[in-house]
Every structure is written in C-alpha cells, then in structure tokens.
C-alpha cells in the first residue's frame, strides 16, 4: 500500500530520477550544481508542507503536534538556506566548483538545532524503574560509541589531516551533527513515547547520518567534481521528504486499527545492536581504505568497546529475565494456592454454583448439590438446566433466563422448585448473571441455596396473618381485606353470632367452648361453597362473603341453622348450638357500613329468637 500512495509514489520516482541524473553523470557541472541547489530548496519546501500536514492529524497527542510544527519549522529554515545558496551559485555563472556559503552551513545548522531541541523537550513515557534507566544508560553508550567510532574515522582520515584547519574546522562540524543526531536517534528511539514511527523514522535518521558525513566531507579533499556532493546534499533532502508522509500515513493506519486489539509491545530496542554493525562497517571501511592506521586502531578499540557494552547488556538483560522468571514461578505458586483455596470453598460450600451455558447445558457444578438435592454430581453435568426444574416454574424461569442469555452481564433473582432424590420438591433462591465474556468461566454463573424450610416458615406465617389460629377459617383482617378487593362492586355478607355460647362456657368449661367453635367451623364449612369465605371475625362472631348473591345467601343461612340446631357430640357433651344469622348487601368498598347493616339484622333474629323462646 505504500507504493501506492497519491503523494509517496511520486516523490520516490522523482528522487530517482533526479538521482539517476547524477549517477549516469548527465549534463555539465554547472548544470549538476544549479539543479542541485534548486531541487534542495524545493525538497525543503516540501518538508515543510508534509510536516504541517502530519501536526493537523486528529487526535494526535499535544506534545506530537509541537514536534511535528517545530519540524515544519525547520523545514523554512532549510529552505531559507539553500535559497542562499542557490543565489549565491547563480550570481557566479562561472563557477563549477561545489562550495557551501557560510549562511546556507549556519542554517543548516540552526534547522539541525531546531528538530534535535524539539526531540530533547518531547516527553518520555513517564517515570523509569532503575533496572530500566541501567538499560536505557548502557543502550544510548553503544550507540554513542557507534557514533564516537564514526566521528574518529572522519576527523582522522587523510584528506582531512591535510585539508588544513578550515577543513577540519568544517569537519568537526560535520562531525557534531553526527553526534547530536546519535543524541536525537537515542532520545526519540529507547524513550518508549516517540512522536514518530519506525516507518517515518528510518529516513529521517538515515537524512542526518548521511548529511553529517556529507558536512565532514565536502570541505576536504575526498570528493572531486560535482557529482559526490551534490548526492550528499540532496540524498538527505529526499530522504527527509518521504519521513512526514510515511508518518501521516502510519497515523491513518493507526486510527484504522482503532478498535482493534493492541498489539504487544516490543520490550527490546534493535538501535544498539545497530550500533555494533556501525562500529564493525567502520572498522572495515577504514582498513579496506587506509590500511592499519591511527584510524584503524581508534575504530578497533570503539568496537572492543562497544562489544564490551553489548555484552554488559546482555548481562542486564539475563539478570533481568532471571528475576522476571522468579516472578512468574511466583505468581504461579500463588495462582494455584489461589485455585486450590477456591476448588476447596466450592466443594465444601453449603449453596449450590453451576455454569450454565447459553444453550442451557450445565458445563459445571460444585458437590454441593449432592448434599442439597441429592444424587450424583455426574447426573447433573451435561443435562439441560430446564429438565431439572418443576414443570409448573419452567415457563416463568425461561422467560428470566432468555433476558440473562441475550446480555452479558445482566442478572436475575428468582425462586423455583428442583426434585429431589426422594421424589419431594425442594425451593431454591437463584441468583444468575451472565459472565459469557469473564475468560475462564464463558457462561451464565448461578448460586443456588435451598430455601425449603425458609419458604415453608414464610408460607405458615402469611397463613396465620390471614386466619384464625383456633378455626383455621380466615379472619377479620383477610375477611376485610378480600371484600374491598371486589372494589365498587355489590357483594352480600352473613353475619352468624352463637346464641347461649357465655352459658356453655361458664357450665362446660373453655376446652369445650373452643370445641363448639370448632364445630360451628367445620359446619359453616360445609354449608358454603368453593365461591365463598367463611371467616371468624373474633369470639363467637362468625361472617361469611357470599360469592353468589343474597339469594345464595339465604341458603346458606338455612343449611346452617340446621346443621347446629342437631344435637352433636362435642367435647364430651351431647349439645345443640343455636345461632342468630343477619344478611346484608352493599357496595363492597363501604365494609364497614355492610358489616353495621347485618349486624343489625343478626341482632334483630337474636331478638325474635329469644322472644320466640318467651
């Protein structure tokens, strides 16, 4: 893809096109030197253009963007040079030789400034352990050997020795870009937050190395006619148009990648090994050229050195990876430690936990379940979580469970009835939620507790809230409570109040006045139907919410009389119990007028019966 970038592509075929001009050494060497100091310029320009470009990418960190503007910067500040220059040619016709004017050096020389300050400024990834700024110290030593290598090479060869001290001056100016340039490829490079990327760096690194060596070398007697210097000049000039694009272009990668998984990050630095190969091409270079000299022996002795900081490197690094590896058998050790202490709560732990996967097959269950519901942990693995489940609570957990399946992460509470080994039904509190994305787990987790006895407690204390203890029939507040449920509506009510039951306590004692109760109970019981609530409102005060209407009513009313007006045998006695009976009916949301209106009735049949008994 790179090759086929709008602006990228042009650019390289236009550098090797110029280039291809210097190599087959096409035109005269005016014409070599103005096309030379024209295309620098233009070069410059370009800099500037495709750095302001990279500055104006969106969501670029604040410290990139200054890095970037100061490198646009630079780029006038090259361009303002090799203008000089170029005026400076053109006012000489005659001139073929390739001298640099001290304003385009001093320029140049500021731009340099420019980009290595912005690189000194720019922010490192934050604070350094000290095992990491021993390796960051001994990685920026065998680059800076590298360096020293390079520079002791240049500044010792012959046709600087003999250029004179202009020369060497010039040289040694050559030679110290080199070295802020090793200082630049250092900083940006181990600093773990470059603003720029491996792709855009490469060029921009490689621009100064050869721009460096091209400054120690112009000067001096090594190169002749126009031909060299200008590719010294204008290599570095296309090589550091093609940095910005290639920046641009690996930022819009980046952005595209986005929502993707970051990559790892690399924890090692190829630079100083760089560094070495460096410091051996020099070496090699230098007795290919000149033979064992002073330059060769300065080049051997920075290689013995810089071999010397590899391997105290590699010694970091070993001592590093050993303590790295008695870190990981450390937490290793603690990760199983970890899982045996779990594997021993789950197994011992009194509530049942289960992993259920989203097609409802349990893929996990602890022993608990052995002990709360009985049977085998073997029959429960693998078998869908529904066929364990009373049919009549199937219908309602699906419902819960289909809303815990469709969203990670959401959670459900609800009871249900699971069989036991003996055939019973035993209650279960469930707690599900859905950890289908937790690494490791990859279903639905469920913790189940038993809640028999619990649920069982609970049912027998809403039972008595709603009835009387001694009758078992519902009391005052249920009766109340289930006529103002019929709203608006006209219901009908039957008061019953026993007649002579002060007598039968006072003669026969309470145990068998509460077996008169009992026995009016079971009689109003069997008088009424499935429609009905029969209810003791308290003492011997009986009512019963008639489902039917009045005319029911009157039935029931009858079939009770009668019933209570046999003799029975109860507590021991032969007895007839004689009750008087008010019908009432009314709006139901007016219960208490409905009750006022048949107690009147039930006392006025009281009155008739004793009048009846004068």
């Given at each position: 893809?790179?090759?086929?970038?709008?602006?990228?592509?042009?650019?390289?075929?236009?550098?090797?096109?110029?280039?291809?001009?210097?190599?087959?050494?096409?035109?005269?060497?005016?014409?070599?030197?103005?096309?030379?100091?024209?295309?620098?310029?233009?070069?410059?320009?370009?800099?500037?253009?495709?750095?302001?470009?990279?500055?104006?990418?969106?969501?670029?960190?604040?410290?990139?963007?200054?890095?970037?503007?100061?490198?646009s910067a630079a780029g006038l500040v090259f361009a303002a040079g090799d203008l000089t220059q170029l005026g400076w040619v053109l006012a000489r016709p005659g001139t073929t030789e390739f001298v640099l004017h001290p304003a385009q050096s001093v320029l140049g020389l500021c731009g340099v400034l420019l980009v290595c300050g912005a690189g000194a400024l720019h922010p490192t990834s934050g604070l350094w352990a000290r095992s990491t700024r021993n390796r960051m110290a001994l990685d920026a030593a065998i680059i800076y050997t590298a360096a020293g290598v390079a520079v002791w090479c240049l500044l010792t060869g012959p046709s600087v020795v003999h250029a004179g001290a202009a020369g060497y001056a010039a040289a040694s100016f050559g030679c110290g870009l080199l070295l802020i340039g090793g200082f630049f490829t250092v900083k940006l490079g181990l600093s773990g937050n470059s603003p720029i990327a491996l792709p855009a760096a490469v060029p921009i690194i490689a621009s100064c190395a050869v721009q460096a060596i091209g400054n120690a070398l112009l000067p001096t007697a090594s190169l002749h006619g126009v031909t060299g210097p200008a590719l010294l000049i204008l290599v570095p000039c296309l090589l550091a148009l093609t940095g910005p694009r290639l920046q641009t272009m690996a930022l819009r990668a980046r952005r595209?990648?986005?929502?993707?998984?970051?990559?790892?990050?690399?924890?090692?630095?190829?630079?100083?090994?760089?560094?070495?190969?460096m410091c051996v091409a020099a070496l090699v270079t230098v007795l290919v050229t000149e033979g064992l000299g002073v330059p060769a022996w300065g080049a051997l002795f920075g290689l013995l050195l810089n071999v010397a900081l590899v391997v105290a490197r590699q010694m970091v690094a070993l001592a590093e990876n050993n303590t790295l590896l008695d870190q990981i058998d450390e937490s290793l050790a603690e990760i199983r430690r970890r899982e045996h202490r779990q594997e021993a709560l789950l197994r011992h732990a009194s509530d049942i936990t289960a992993i259920v996967g989203t097609d409802g097959v349990v893929q996990?269950?602890?022993?608990?379940?052995?002990?709360?519901?009985?049977?085998?942990?073997?029959?429960?693995?693998?078998?869908?979580?529904?066929?364990?489940?009373?049919?009549?609570?199937?219908?309602?957990?699906?419902?819960?469970?289909?809303?815990?399946?469709?969203t990670p992460g959401a959670k459900a509470a609800f009871e249900l009835r699971a069989m036991h080994e003996d055939e019973s039904w035993r209650w279960l509190s469930v707690v599900a939620v859905n950890l289908v994305e937790e690494r490791g787990i990859g279903g639905v987790v469920m913790n189940a507790r038993d809640m028999t006895e619990e649920r069982e407690l609970r049912e027998r204390l809403r039972f008595q809230a709603g009835h009387d203890a001694l009758t078992g029939l519902a009391n005052r507040r249920q009766f109340t409570d289930r006529v103002r449920s019929a709203g608006a509506a006209e219901v009908t009510v039957l008061l019953v109040d026993l007649n002579g039951f002060k007598q039968i306590n006072d003669t026969y004692g309470h145990a068998t006045g509460d077996a008169v109760l009992r026995h009016v109970a079971e009689q109003l019981l069997a008088a009424t139907g499935a429609a009905d609530l029969p209810a003791r409102l308290g003492g011997d005060e009986f009512a019963v919410l008639?489902?039917?209407?009045?005319?029911?009513?009157?039935?029931i009313a009858e079939r009770l009389r009668s019933a209570l007006a046999r003799p029975t045998e109860i507590g021991g006695q032969r007895l007839a119990v004689g009750a008087s009976i008010g019908v009432a009916a009314g709006r139901a949301d007016q219960p208490d007028n409905l009750l006022h209106l048949a107690d009147l009735r039930m006392y006025a049949d009281k009155q008739r019966s004793r009048e009846f008994a004068s």
């Open positions: 893809m790179t090759w086929r970038d709008r602006v990228l592509a042009p650019l390289v075929l236009v550098a090797l096109a110029i280039c291809g001009v210097y190599a087959l050494d096409l035109g005269s060497d005016r014409f070599q030197l103005v096309l030379c100091w024209i295309v620098a310029p233009l070069s410059d320009l370009g800099l500037f253009v495709l750095s302001w470009q990279v500055s104006r990418v969106p969501g670029l960190p604040a410290a990139s963007v200054r890095f970037w503007r100061v490198m595209g990648t986005r929502d993707r998984r970051p990559a790892a990050r690399r924890r090692y630095s190829s630079l100083p090994y760089l560094g070495t190969v996990y269950m602890n022993p608990a379940v052995e002990r709360v519901i009985g049977g085998t942990l073997d029959e429960y693995l693998n078998r869908n979580i529904y066929d364990l489940i009373h049919p009549g609570d199937v219908d309602r957990i699906t419902a819960e469970m289909d809303r815990v399946f469709a008639v489902g039917s209407g009045a005319g029911e009513a009157g039935e």
